[in-house]
C-alpha cells in the first residue's frame, strides 16, 4: 500500500478521504467560499500539499455529482498532480450550467486518483509494425 503524506497549509483544510472503503477516489475539499458564474472558471485553493510517492501521480477528476446536479466538472480533466510537486492543490473547475454555482467552504469538489507511472525508453524508428487498426482514428470505426 501506498502511503501518502500531506500538510494542511490552513487550518480548515480537510485531509482527503476515501468515503466507502472500495472507492478508487479520494475525495478532496474547498478551503474557500466564491462564485463561479456561469460558463467561467475558477480556481478553487483546498489548502493542501502532499508528498506522493516516486513514480506515481494524483488524477484530479471530477465528481459525477457535481456535473449531473449542477453541471459543474473540472476543467482539465483529469488533471495531473506529480510526484515531485510540493505546492498547493488547487482544482480548475467550469461552470457549464446556466446559473451561477456556490463553492462553500468544506465543500466536495473533485477526487484523487492514485496512479503509477511507468518508465519508458523514447526510441525513434524508420517504420512501426502494422496493427489491424492502423492509421484510422476520429470515428474511424463508424461509430
Do not use: W
Not at 484530479?60 to 482539465?76: D, I, M, Q, Y
Not at 495531473?80 to 467552504?105: C, Q, S
Amino acid at each position: 500500500m501506498y502511503k501518502i503524506k500531506y500538510k494542511k497549509l490552513s487550518k480548515t483544510a480537510i485531509i482527503p478521504k476515501q468515503q466507502n472503503l472500495h472507492d478508487a477516489g479520494m475525495d478532496i475539499f474547498s478551503d474557500e467560499e466564491l462564485e463561479i458564474p456561469s460558463g467561467k472558471t475558477a480556481l478553487i485553493s483546498t489548502g493542501l500539499a502532499m508528498e506522493l510517492p516516486l513514480d506515481t501521480e494524483a488524477q484530479v477528476r471530477p465528481r459525477s455529482g457535481l456535473a449531473l446536479k449542477h453541471c459543474v466538472t473540472v476543467l482539465n480533466t483529469p488533471g495531473t498532480i506529480d510526484a515531485g510537486y510540493r505546492g498547493e492543490i488547487k482544482v480548475i473547475l467550469i461552470n457549464h450550467g446556466d446559473k451561477a454555482f456556490k463553492v462553500k467552504k468544506g465543500m466536495r469538489i473533485a477526487q484523487l486518483v492514485i496512479k503509477p507511472i511507468y518508465k519508458v525508453d523514447v526510441i525513434e524508428v524508420a517504420d512501426l509494425n502494422p496493427s489491424q487498426r492502423g492509421q484510422g482514428g476520429f470515428g474511424s470505426t463508424g461509430q
